[in-house]
């Protein structure tokens, strides 16, 4: 492709090659300086293109949600994660399908979760590693409780070909400003302490400890026992991560074209990326900013309010007026919903379109 | 398919046929009681053959924003309105490929919107029809005076193959309780006077007066002057409409159907529907009810909160307590959002999976 940014229809999703480039090198950099294992989530970008760029820099395997997640990266990794618990038959048999040379892992929270993947591993024949997930404060999924925990452990253990792999937790409540983190993560340091040493009086040594997220990605190496870390947002960065500092403005890799479509309504300016494109996540971890996504070049110009092809730029601000026609570039609030609305994604050398990639795993993938 | 509900994988959008066809008939018997004409905003299904299910029942055209959806209704509608700006070369000119027995009309509120689409129309040589969009409390897009919108009917009647053919406006303002709506739509309707006087009196009449929406579907007819309306939603109804009141819950036909995957964390369950297939919409036009949607069994039994493929559903006032593996059907917050977010979508009829159907327009369907 030889065209330019201005060429492109919009809205559309464009990502700074050189960017990208960069924030894989720094986590792969890190991963190495700190001996950890880098599995990163691939839910950012389900893209195994990206996710072969990751492995080329050292990432021992990949981070999946979904079945469909996990066959597409099974086309160029041997070793999945699916950080998910396998509920029900269709999606345990889904994921024991997956080619019989890909290592995979599951985790889990729930003694109905090994049952129904332990059944599918039987029938598939394989061995299917788990990771028996703790709730170490994000109160989602995983265990409240050790005693639980280890009670799951002994249940995989009692089920072959399952293989208790390991332990797995989630810091999502761990988001606030990176500087501001450390009594959270005390908190989790303990936590994982008594957890390992629990496991291990247990006679059940977690041979990984799995954790990890883009907002505590550079403080994974100060938790006790962490062995490997799962951060996805990484790639591209957006507005909430740059927000609490866990990466620099300048390492937004990824944008949103759109074109301004009217500017009848005085003191704002409409563009034709609404919910359907930019998707509508809140900031988070941050009180000092408000909007839907902000523009790469005037990041104190946010999208104040969106309807589904709508997205209505704000400028009581501002001093600048853009004309109907002009386009902009936003930085949404979270990138893996707008990676998610979208089919495909165009990569930039400065102005120049170099090349263009499909959401592969944006599905489900589901066979009706 | 001979499958029934409980074998399906999830999460997955499924829709109630009979309650389709009953919201369907309801709004086509609505149009011909008062003699309107009903066009359709085909951005809540995206789908060809729910337009063609629309169209057979009377419906004189459909509504689209995108010019990909554009092209997809054109293959089963030959009146095709894109209620959205046709700003940019790109835009513009795709519009004006479309077949050429599609009659095309588009709205917009800008002279540059006008130079764009009458380039294209003249490079396809074709006529396209405009409707002059007017801001009527919305404040989204459209012109806010009389004046500057009689000015763009002018430069529209001096760019043939361009046809001014009516004035159009969105009552998004509009999303009160559908009994408390009086008071604004009042105001609706003596704007509604003073535009199409002022048109008239110009020698601008307006052949065509667009406008409506779900949220005031039921009350189109007593809008002074209008003559076709564009509602997209009450396809499928939605939380929101039932709150409103603009639908009863029973018309409610599209749910998300999810599987409990975590009960560990007391005082909740978590779904495997979350924002990547729920969408993360506020409730509009009632401070009545919160969460991002309601099931459809249990309307007290909200999902409180969701990560990308989780969603919580809050148990905190309910003694009902699901296990891990039990399905639930979700009906969301705007089923707008959800429809764009997947796929593909399952039709039921009772519990049996009777057919499915792509979610055809949902990307972009650019050429990179």
Redesign the interface.
């Known amino acids: 492709?030889s065209h330019t940014i201005a060429?492109?229809?919009?809205?559309?999703p464009v990502v700074d090659l050189d960017r990208l480039a960069r924030n894989l090198d720094r986590a792969a950099a890190y991963a190495t300086t700190h001996g950890l294992a880098l599995r990163p989530h691939i839910?950012t970008h389900k893209s195994p293109r990206i996710a072969a760029e990751q492995l080329k820099r050292g990432a021992v395997g990949v981070t999946c949600?979904?079945?469909f997640e996990a066959e597409l990266m099974s086309e160029v990794c041997s070793d999945v994660l699916v950080a998910?618990?396998p509920?029900?038959s269709?999606?345990a048999s889904?994921l024991a399908a997956l080619p019989s040379a890909t290592k995979l892992t599951v985790a889990l929270?729930?003694l109905?979760?090994i049952d129904?993947i332990a059944a599918a591993a039987r029938t598939a024949d394989r061995p299917i590693g788990v990771y028996v997930?703790l709730?170490l404060g994000m109160?989602?999924?995983?265990?409240?409780t050790l005693d639980?925990a280890i009670a799951l452990a002994r249940a995989v253990r009692e089920r072959p070909p399952l293989e208790f792999a390991g332990i797995a937790f989630y810091p999502?409540h761990v988001r606030e400003s990176v500087d501001q983190q450390q009594t959270k993560l005390d908190a989790l340091d303990t936590s994982l302490r008594a957890a390992i040493d629990a496991f291990d009086a247990a006679g059940l040594h977690p041979a990984v400890v799995s954790g990890g997220s883009t907002p505590t990605l550079w403080h994974t190496h100060e938790l006790s026992g962490v062995t490997e870390f799962r951060p996805g947002t990484y790639v591209y960065n957006d507005r909430t991560t740059a927000a609490i500092g866990a990466c620099a403005w300048e390492d937004c890799a990824f944008t949103v074209l759109a074109?301004?479509?009217?500017?009848?309504?005085?003191g704002?300016a409409?563009v034709?990326a609404g919910?359907?494109a930019l998707?509508?996540?809140?900031m988070r971890g941050t009180d000092s900013a408000d909007g839907f996504g902000s523009l790469l070049d005037r990041p104190d110009v946010v999208v104040k309010s969106m309807?589904?092809?709508?997205g209505?730029l704000d400028l009581s601000s501002t001093s600048w007026r853009p004309?109907?026609?002009d386009k902009v570039r936003i930085v949404p609030n979270h990138v893996?919903?707008v990676v998610?609305?979208?089919?495909?994604i165009?990569g930039l050398r400065g102005d120049v379109?170099e090349t263009?990639w499909p959401v592969a795993a944006?599905?489900?993938g589901?066979d009706?």
Chains 1, 2 share one sequence.
């Open positions: 492709m060429e492109l229809e919009t809205p559309i839910k949600a979904t079945p998910y618990p509920v029900g269709a999606r889904r929270d729930s109905r979760a129904d997930e709730d109160h989602r999924v995983g265990t409240p639980e999502g074109t301004v479509v009217s500017t009848a309504v005085p704002q409409v034709d919910t359907k998707g509508r996540e809140p309807s589904e092809e709508h209505i004309a109907v026609g893996c919903i998610h609305l979208n089919d495909v165009a379109v263009s944006r599905g489900r589901y009706l």
